[in-house]
């Protein structure tokens, strides 16, 4: 008798291109946020196109995709918007941010399981960029007509200038990710750096200060990655040198003087800042459990501070004040467990490739560009660019193996007896 091992039957996954074309468009249709006539009004609010394709990307990718992501990320995400629906029940009219928040989350998780390979994410950064770069050029034509005081708002009739960069820096951040790759195709590479000169042309436009450091920190981020490799920096001083080549030859040089000058001599909207976020933290201090619930906390703020006496409510104007006064130690905590689960590494990290690493330190500058905007802004919570970019790095991390679980001790099959004189008959 000779013992012949059992044979294993080997499957091939099948690949779906068109997932990665699903979100290319749903990237594309972020453009439309910008142009008042393509939003939606549902409730008295502007609901984002790229929702209706973020819907569908969910329904068709999330249910077979979402065991890719670590346990611990999907728990995070639960525990989350559970929290938030405890809050918010809390005081009356919290219904519009719950809805906003889930919608957003939505968008993120729907980007997370778009990716089946590198081609998908590839088509889902490009479709972002584009769209950003068509915002972009719909405020630059309008550069010759605003003031040094003023600037550009790409996002002109649905929110102030400030918002742009919530739109511009993730994809800046993705697009130079992807420039730095050296295989990519010479076509893709040039879309996507005209892209980035555009918008990156457009921020330095409007006199929106924290776009302006958010491109710094991008561009910081991008270099901690060229310096490995020769050729990674090459191609990152020529995608330097072409921004600032547009910038002088075609941006308005008097808007980012006057920016400067005015930061250098302080500013009243600045010290309001600071005395807002001091307001949010005795609002917490006050109410530590559940905060003073989200819809709440602006009159609250406004009631604190005496800024409100000619407005009914005062922004917080920082996330992060927001979560801790809005929602207490039961929203912080369940916000800083997110922020943990997508940042921390998994265990056998040193033992990934480069792929799953490289993906690994995009999703981790994603999130540092993250809590740097939303010092200065707490609707980075609804940006569909920045909650999308955020799930495509979550993606290019599921994708590459960042997550993937250890393969069980497998049983040896058992030997199968097989009578020598038979094989030799046979």
């Known amino acids: 008798m000779v013992a012949v091992p059992a044979p294993i039957a080997a499957s091939r996954p099948r690949r779906r291109f068109w997932l990665g074309a699903l979100a290319a468009l749903t990237g594309l249709a972020v453009a439309g946020s910008a142009f008042e006539s393509l939003r939606f009004r549902v409730g008295g609010m502007l609901v984002h196109p790229m929702n209706f394709l973020v819907l569908g990307l969910f329904v068709l990718a999330a249910p077979t995709r979402l065991r890719r992501l670590a346990p611990s990320l999907v728990l995070a995400i639960f525990a989350f918007l559970l929290a938030t629906l405890v809050v918010t029940v809390s005081e009356s009219g919290g219904t519009k941010i719950l809805v906003k928040l889930t919608v957003s989350f939505l968008a993120f998780v729907a980007a997370a399981c778009a990716v089946d390979e590198d081609r998908d ?43 742009f960069s919530l739109y511009a820096l993730p994809a800046l951040l993705l697009s130079g990710h992807v420039l730095l790759r050296e295989d990519l195709g010479r076509l893709e590479r040039l879309i996507l750096g005209a892209t980035l000169i555009v918008t990156v042309v457009a921020i330095y436009s409007t006199s929106n200060r924290s776009g302006w450091l958010g491109v ?29 080549y547009a910038l002088l030859s ?44 989200p819809q709440e906390l602006p009159f609250e703020l406004a009631r604190r501070t005496g800024a409100g006496a000619m407005r009914a409510e005062v922004s917080s104007h920082n996330a992060f004040a927001f979560v801790l006064a809005g929602g207490g130690l039961l929203w912080s905590l369940s916000f800083l467990a997110l922020g943990v689960a997508l940042w921390r590494r998994p265990w056998g990290f040193s033992r990934l490739d480069a792929d799953a690493k490289t993906s690994q330190l995009l999703l981790r500058s994603m999130l ?58 046979a």
């Not at 769209?131 to 929110?159: C, F, H, K, W």
């Not at 905007?373 to 991390?397: D, T």
């Open 121 to 163: 994410f590839r088509l889902g950064v490009l479709g972002l960029a584009i769209a950003v770069a068509i915002i972009s050029v719909r405020g630059l034509s309008t550069l010759e007509d605003v003031t040094a005081l003023s600037g550009i708002n790409p996002m002109e009739g649905i929110a102030n200038k400030n918002a």
């Open 216 to 244: 710094v920190v991008v561009l910081v981020l991008l270099a901690f990655r060229a310096v490995r490799r020769v050729r990674r920096f090459l191609i990152f001083g020529a995608v330097v040198g072409g921004v600032l």
């Open 250 to 293: 075609f941006g308005n040089l008097e808007i980012i003087s006057t920016g400067v000058e005015r930061t250098q001599a302080g500013l009243r909207s600045d010290a309001l800042r600071v005395t807002l976020v001091r307001a949010a933290f005795d609002a917490f201090l006050e109410h530590p459990f559940l905060g003073v619930s």
């Open 368 to 425: 540092i560009l993250w809590v740097v905007r939303g010092m200065f802004s707490l609707e980075i919570f609804y940006a569909p660019a920045f909650m999308f970019g955020l799930g495509l790095c979550v993606a290019s991390c599921a994708a590459s193996g960042v997550w993937a679980r250890r393969p069980k001790r497998s049983v040896r099959p058992a030997p199968v007896l097989v009578d020598e004189r038979f094989r030799r008959n």
